[in-house]
């Protein structure tokens, strides 16, 4: 299996993980090992899964003031699962330098279209494509730079 499977595999189990956390208020060892043990964890990659699992709650109000400001309405108004991606792509925005801004944003686009409101994904892609903006300037200049030139 794919690198990029297995991490879309992650992205997609961690929309669900951050959900429970949020609705349910579980601790995150707990929902780790829950879906551990509900899920064929070897086409997952599991340090993603990890990683985002246990550093969105970590750094929460750095992602949440990341893409607040770009909101229509109060995050809390949101639906739990449009925050949910919109906190996992702005985690990697931030905190995932590897991951170029545009898969970032196509994989948040992805998580909406699969597991949010009926055109969520359009919201969720107006709003990360501003975080991008602000927060990997030099990364959108390099690829606009580079298409100039050719």
Do not use: C
Request: aromatic letters at 8%; zero cysteines; hydrophobic letters at 40%.
């Amino acid at each position: 299996m794919s690198k990029t499977k297995t991490k879309q595999k992650a992205r997609r189990l961690l929309v669900q993980a951050l959900y429970s956390w949020e609705l349910g208020g579980t601790d995150l060892v707990s929902i780790e090992a829950q879906f551990h043990a509900d899920n064929d964890m070897s086409k997952v990659d599991t340090e993603l899964f990890r990683n985002l699992l246990f550093g969105v709650p970590k750094h929460l109000s750095e992602i949440d003031s990341a893409y607040e400001p770009h909101l229509d309405r109060e995050n809390s108004q949101l639906d739990p699962v449009s925050r949910a991606v919109l906190r996992i792509s702005t985690y990697e925005l931030l905190y995932s330098a590897e991951v170029p801004y545009k898969v970032v944003i196509n994989e948040g686009v992805n998580l909406a279209k699969t597991f949010g409101p009926t055109d969520a994904f359009k919201f969720i892609n107006g709003v990360l494509d501003r975080v991008a903006a602000q927060k990997r300037t030099l990364e959108i200049a390099a690829t606009k730079g580079s298409k100039s030139k050719g």
